[in-house]
């Protein structure tokens, strides 16, 4: 059962020309880590905070393990339901051990527990509970701030995360650290993730599916690496750089081009090393493959062998996306030319 179904989902927000977002449907899975990927405006906060009745679809239904979220209690879904954005709002009077606490207080969970949960939740998080259990949230860099967030979203122990462009604001060093951190934290606890970023690079790392969005409809679902060898027209091209897919490869994780490991010897490489990464240490160190490393288990093997493929199916594409572009501008400007329908 999927654990978040969008099916035909339009919102429309009185007074304004066009719909936020228009008969969106797509499933995403227990357990995946899907993004929303599309530029300002697209439609992508409205369709996530219609998943914790923040909003709630003008038409169309949004279920949430199996349930639509109108048949559901908005304070009780929400409970259910972590949620991260931008702006964290911790609340600058409160000491990190109380921002995190905030929620299991509310859930009536005994103190005693929560206290060890908290500590618990900032190791989750990578932030030493005994440096910073105590500080207040100005003294924390942004990238710190972030963090108590997220561990605040975990708190109560939702299965479902929702974050909203949460590293948006951070310097490009942090926000990788972070997008790290998020990976280990959603392979521990297997929570299934809804992320929104209006950044591919962004997307391409995290997503194990990506939905991407422009002016309110959905304009392809898919693995990154299907955005990138099968676009499903001349915008998704654009936006994942289809026609320049071997400057993906920075932006690939070298898991990407994973095979069963057959040699233990193997030098081992970071399983969140990019694929360019993988690629030039294969070329410098001549050896024949590299053990991708997780956590410290070895998760399989990239060779150049198996890099090639990538690149070719993506390559593939980009022979043809030229000819490609020219026959979907057309029905593109179709799609944007079309008017929008009453607004309710
Ligand atoms: N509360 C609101 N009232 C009216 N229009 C809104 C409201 N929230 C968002 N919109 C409009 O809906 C569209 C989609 O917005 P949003 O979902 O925030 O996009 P994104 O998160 O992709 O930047 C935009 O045109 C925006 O102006
Ligand atoms: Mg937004």
Redesign the pocket.
């Known amino acids: 059962m999927a654990k978040v179904e969008f099916v035909n989902v339009t919102k429309a ?4 020309a ?1 719909n ?2 228009q008969d969106v449907s797509f499933a995403v899975e227990q357990g995946a880590l899907c993004i929303l990927l ?10 996530l905070r219609m998943v914790n009745r923040l909003s709630d679809p003008t038409s169309g239904v949004v279920r949430v393990d199996g349930a639509p979220t109108t048949e559901q209690d908005p304070i009780a879904l929400r409970r259910r339901i972590g949620y991260v954005i931008q702006q964290v709002g911790l609340f600058p009077h409160l000491t990190v051990e109380e921002n995190v606490r905030v929620v299991p207080s509310i859930l009536g969970q005994s103190a005693s527990a929560t206290s060890e949960r908290v500590d618990e939740l900032l190791r989750l998080v990578g932030l030493e509970p005994s440096e910073y259990r105590k500080r207040f949230p100005r003294q924390l860099s942004g990238g710190q701030q972030q963090r108590v967030g997220l561990a605040r979203a975990l708190a109560a122990d939702p299965s479902l995360l929702l974050m ?1 462009e949460p590293f948006g604001a951070l310097d490009a060093i942090t926000r990788g650290r972070l997008q790290e951190e998020l990976l280990r934290i959603q392979r521990e606890t297997g929570k299934t993730i809804l992320f ?1 970023t ?1 950044d591919v690079e962004e997307a391409f790392r995290l997503g194990s599916q990506v939905v991407v ?1 422009d002016q ?1 409809h959905l304009m392809q679902e898919g693995s990154p690496v299907e955005l990138l060898a099968r676009p499903a027209n001349a915008f998704v091209g654009q936006l994942v750089g289809s026609a320049n897919a071997l400057r993906q490869f920075e932006y690939l994780p070298a898991t990407t081009a994973r095979e069963p490991s057959v040699d233990s010897a193997a030098p081992g490489i970071a399983a969140s090393a990019t694929l360019l990464d993988a690629m030039l240490r294969l070329m410098q160190s001549g050896q024949p493959a590299l053990n991708l490393d997780e956590d410290g288990r070895v998760v399989g093997q990239v060779t150049l062998a198996g890099i090639a493929q990538v690149v070719s199916a993506a390559r593939a594409t980009a022979a043809t996306q030229a000819s490609v572009a020219q026959s979907q501008a057309s029905a593109d400007s179709a799609i944007a030319a079309s008017p929008a329908p009453e607004a309710v």
Do not use: C, F, N, Q
């Open positions: 927000y009185p007074d304004s066009r936020a977002v599309g530029t300002s405006g697209s439609g992508k906060t409205t369709l909203d929104v209006h969005m309110g």
